[in-house]
Nanobody, 122 residues
């Protein structure tokens, strides 16, 4: 069974940075497209980023609101997915979930973790 455990969230000031980690077990990073979505109170779930499952495919996808600020990456040796978040804004505040997808661009995650809270506040 696929198991995803996120970490790295916390409180950061506007303009600051955080790196989220997602430890994957029960599968390997090359089996599924992997990504992040976020959920803020009273807002719809929002896809943040996604990367193809194939180690030979470096295609990445980003939501318009995070392009140029967030970077998704994979460490196959550690079976871990990362999300580097720079220049954080108050609108980025949400619970961030690591997830698998059938394909990047899908609005329906297949597996996801328990989430990690990101708070952006002065």
């Amino acid at each position: 069974q696929v198991h995803l455990v996120e970490s790295g969230g916390g409180l950061v000031q506007p303009g600051g940075s955080l790196r989220l980690s997602c430890k994957v077990s029960g599968t390997t990073l090359d089996k599924y497209p992997l990504g992040w979505f976020r959920q803020a109170p009273e807002k719809e779930r929002e896809g943040v980023s996604c990367v193809s499952g194939s180690s030979s495919d470096l295609t990445t996808y980003y939501g318009d609101s995070v392009k140029g600020r967030f970077t998704i990456s994979r460490d196959y040796a550690k079976n871990t997915l990362y999300l580097q978040m720079n220049n954080l804004k108050p609108d980025d505040m949400a619970v961030y979930y690591c997830s698998t997808y059938t394909h990047c661009g899908s609005d329906h995650p297949v597996y996801w973790g328990q989430g990690t809270q990101v708070t952006v506040s002065a």
